[in-house]
């Protein structure tokens, strides 16, 4: 038996398209930024007394293609290992499901790190962070704490995260403005596949990505917050087109996360620096400098209530220990 807790992390520059959608194999690198707040605790035990994988979710099983999304990693686990075991998940998610806030980034972490642990697998971060690609593209990265590069690779051997910077403290925060934590209707799965093969403007994804890339990590290299949140930004309107562009096309923003845009663009024009990125949900993440903390977040909450926001720093790595 052993348990893993891993971080959600939110990307600043995204992945959005598969070469490989059977080895989780990226049409892109991208680069992220793990966050404090937001996490999956996951437990697994192997038991030769059960007959299929029994997967709880904050107390409620899972079952159809979720639950087979998890049968799939332990497969690939009992695979390796040379267990035949079922196993028993039960996984508490500090974050809300399937609403763009990255749940499956943290909950395959999580899974790859204590099913790896459970079935006596001593894995190096690298091959955990390959290990959690197979559950989920952005779960590669939420190996590592803080500011986390995935390389694209071209097979499984190459495709998985390093991490760039594991210690942040220059001030770099993120607001979660919680516009909608119910189960968006498109996945990200099928939303980037969508893209991928309809959006005439696929294309120049990559492109936009590797010069995003080369951006991000000089200003990080700088600590320059304003640069950093600008290229973040930009990357997810460019994102976001890929959807609205793809046939039929489809978006995940609804009026709320318009109206959080506005606002962020507005603070800007008054002087307060901060910047917007939206993953597959209508909740917006705010990046700013944590000297703008206190403007930035009364100027949100005047609008979204306090509630719904949610404050979040860098995050740490994976953390797995045996029960
Ligand atoms: P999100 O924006 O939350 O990452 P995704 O659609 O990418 O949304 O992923 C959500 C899916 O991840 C869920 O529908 C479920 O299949 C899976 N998931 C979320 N949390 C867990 C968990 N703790 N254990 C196993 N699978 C999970
Ligand atoms: C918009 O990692 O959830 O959050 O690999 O199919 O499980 P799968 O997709 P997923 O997609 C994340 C998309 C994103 C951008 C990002 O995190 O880089």
New binding site residues.
Partial sequence: MATAKAH?NIALVKYWGKKDQELIIPQTDSLSLTLDEFY?T?RVNFDQELTADQ?M??GQQ?AG??AA??THLLDIVRQRSGLSARAR?D???H??????????????A??AGAASRAAGLQLSRRELSRLARR??G?ATRSIYGGLVEWQAGHDDQTSYALPIMEQVDFGIEMIAILVDTH??KV???FGMQQSVSTSPYYRVWPEVVARDMAAVKKAIAAQDIDQIGAIAEENALRMHALTLSADPGFTYFDSDTITAMTIVRELRENGVNCYFTM???PNVKVIYDQVNRKAVYSTLAAQFGTDRLVVAKPGPGIEIWND
């Fill in positions: 959600t999956t996951t997967v979710i904050n899972l293609p979720a999304k998890v998940v996984s508490q998610n974050v809300p499901t399937a609403a763009g806030l990255a749940s499956s980034a943290s909950a395959f999580a899974l559950g989920s952005s189960k968006k996945s990200s799965r993953d597959a949900g």
